[in-house]
T-cell receptor, first 111, second 111 residues
Framework: DSGVTQTPKHLITATGQRVTLRCSPRSGDLSVYWYQQSLDQGLQFLIQYYNGEERAKGNILERFSAQQFPDLHSELNLSSLELGDSALYFC??????????FGPGTRLTVL | QKEVEQDPGPLSVPEGAIVSLNCTYSNSAFQYFMWYRQYSRKGPELLMYTYSSGNKEDGRFTAQVDKSSKYISLFIRDSQPSDSATYLCAMKTGGADGLTFGKGTHLIIQP
């Protein structure tokens, strides 16, 4: 158990809908990272927050957004969902940026 | 050309064998190198972390980084059936950034 928690474990929704994924980092970690894992693209970095502020952006679509709250938990919002957004979404946290610990993931299915 | 290349396998070896997993990369700015293990539908688990070139050993695992060749390796000694998983190499630059992953190698240890 990495100490990173993610909810929900599974999410099934329809195209065009909006969902919110939640992540709680390990105790003491200030950075939260979001990744998307699909069969064709592999694990891809989406976005990083550090102590409430956006720190780095990766391959995040404009339909996706994230935030980190004062208690350091983070939410990833996915809107106008498409079939191709079906994937595993992972959150990772770190105290020092190079050592990231991953949560169990949220499996999103868009029908 | 992808930034990180990794043979997807599957790689099947008998129990007790030495396993060699490899990645090549093209971005000379990568400074931090990691290996993660991922069981089916689970979050990636950090196995090894190295900074710059050199070797690092932890139990049955040895990580090697050769920055001049842009090549990293993970060796697993005395392989066990429980080592059967997908092994992902990951890299990071020195700045604010997420991890860049290889596609992963599916490893099967035959009892």
């Amino acid at each position: 158990d990495s100490g990173v928690t993610q909810t929900p474990k599974h999410l099934i929704t329809a195209t065009g809908q909006r969902v919110t994924l939640r992540c709680s980092p390990r105790s003491g970690d200030l950075s939260v990272y979001w990744y998307q894992q699909s069969l064709d693209q592999g694990l891809q970095f989406l976005i990083q927050y550090y102590n409430g502020e956006e720190r780095a952006k990766g391959n995040i679509l404009e339909r996706f957004s994230a935030q980190q709250f004062p208690d350091l938990h983070s939410e990833l919002n996915l809107s106008s969902l498409e079939l191709g957004d079906s994937a595993l979404y992972f959150c990772a946290s770190s105290l020092v940026g190079d050592t990231q610990y991953f949560g169990p993931g949220t499996r999103l299915t868009v029908l | 050309q992808k930034e990180v290349e990794q043979d997807p396998g599957p790689l099947s070896v008998p129990e007790g064998a030495i396993v060699s997993l490899n990645c090549t990369y093209s971005n000379s700015a990568f400074q931090y190198f990691m290996w993660y293990r991922q069981y089916s539908r689970k979050g990636p688990e950090l196995l090894m972390y190295t900074y710059s070139s050199g070797n690092k050993e932890d139990g049955r695992f040895t990580a090697q980084v050769d920055k001049s060749s842009k090549y990293i390796s993970l060796f697993i000694r005395d392989s066990q059936p429980s080592d059967s998983a997908t092994y992902l190499c990951a890299m990071k630059t020195g700045g604010a950034d997420g991890l860049t992953f290889g596609k992963g190698t599916h490893l099967i240890i035959q009892p």
